[in-house]
């Protein structure tokens, strides 16, 4: 059957609205939602709501309504979706994925990157990481942002699993990394892909939960911390992550669904850190805060 995405074309700070709005109307309803960057330069998003053909009609005119008091006069596109194919889309899903200027592929892309593409090897296996998620892509958008715009020494890969935004971090400046991740599983896969991406040092690997671990207090203070977990226990782990942030420092947090992020800013914001952008990416953002003054 068909499927249908009813859209409108907005700035990114509608785009963001919209989201909250819809979320609310649609998400219980299991519609999937998404806001997409179409044009970075001039500001442009989408919204959509997906919908098969026979809610068409219902969902085109709730949206209509739900946009009616804050988008007057906004004009809902409609863009009919091919038949998937799931035999090539699986086989997409191992396609190379670009954020920033990573590029994320398996063994069988070497050879994949671009002139001034950063490319990094990591094989789907035993730990989470490799590329295709909407919040290790974020991560990976926003360490290329904070590592071009300032020079960062120290990084913290709080729950590292496949090791790919440490490997991103190592890849990108000459930085000292600390990887950990709660499963030894994980840094076991984590070593291995660091070995595999050629890099002889800089990236430490610990096992260990959250903050428990004497490693912190070796390498940190740190200057860039990046955590892709989960919004709870990113909420319950504020006081001890701040705490490890040097100052001037920026940290990058995901695996918050968008519904969930006003919880995580609030939590970072009342220790003194700061926001410096969101990233959406399939229903996950990807928070960047500072504390910078
Ligand atoms: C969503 S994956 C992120 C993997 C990788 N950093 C990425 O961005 O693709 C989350 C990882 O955090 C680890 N993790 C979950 N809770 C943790 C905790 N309290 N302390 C350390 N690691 C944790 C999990 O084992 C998992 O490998």
Redesign the pocket.
């Known amino acids: 059957m068909s499927e249908i995405r009813l859209y409108i074309s907005t700035t990114e700070k509608q785009a963001e609205h919209a989201l909250a709005l819809m979320s609310d109307a649609f998400e219980e309803e299991g519609f999937a939602i998404a806001t997409m960057e179409i044009d970075e330069k001039n500001d442009i998003w989408e919204a959509s709501v997906y919908v098969f053909r026979p809610d068409e009609a219902e969902v085109y005119d709730r949206f209509a309504a739900l946009l009616a008091a804050d988008f007057p006069g906004i004009r809902i596109q409609r863009e009919e979706l091919p038949d998937i194919d799931w035999i090539a889309k699986s086989l997409e899903g191992l396609k190379p994925v670009r954020a920033g200027r990573f590029v994320v592929h398996g063994s069988h892309d070497r050879g994949t990157a671009r002139i001034g593409e950063i490319a990094i090897e990591i094989d789907a296996g035993q730990?989470?990481?490799?590329?295709h998620?909407g919040?290790?892509a974020g991560?990976l958008e926003v360490i290329h942002k904070v590592m071009r715009a300032r020079t960062v020494r120290r990084v913290l890969?709080?729950?590292?699993?496949?090791?790919?935004?440490a490997i991103a971090a190592r890849k990108l400046a000459p930085v000292t990394v600390l990887a950990?991740?709660?499963?030894p599983i994980?840094t076991r896969v984590a070593r291995e892909n660091v070995r595999l991406n050629g890099i002889a040092s800089g990236i430490a690997l610990e096992t260990?939960?959250?903050f428990h671990s004497t490693a912190f207090g070796r390498h940190g203070p740190f200057d860039l911390i990046?955590a892709?977990?989960?919004a709870r226990?990113l909420m319950r782990?504020a006081p001890q992550l701040a705490a490890q942030l040097a100052p001037g420092g920026d940290v990058i947090l995901?695996?918050i669904l968008a519904s969930q992020r006003w919880k995580v800013l609030a939590a970072y914001n009342s220790l003194g850190l700061r926001h410096v952008r969101t990233i959406w990416r399939e229903g996950w953002v990807t928070i960047h805060l500072d504390n910078r003054r």
């Open positions: 730990a989470f990481g490799t590329g998620h919040t290790t991560c890969d709080l729950g590292t699993g496949s090791g790919v935004l950990t991740d709660i499963d994980a260990a939960p959250g990046i892709n977990i989960l226990p782990m995901s695996g």
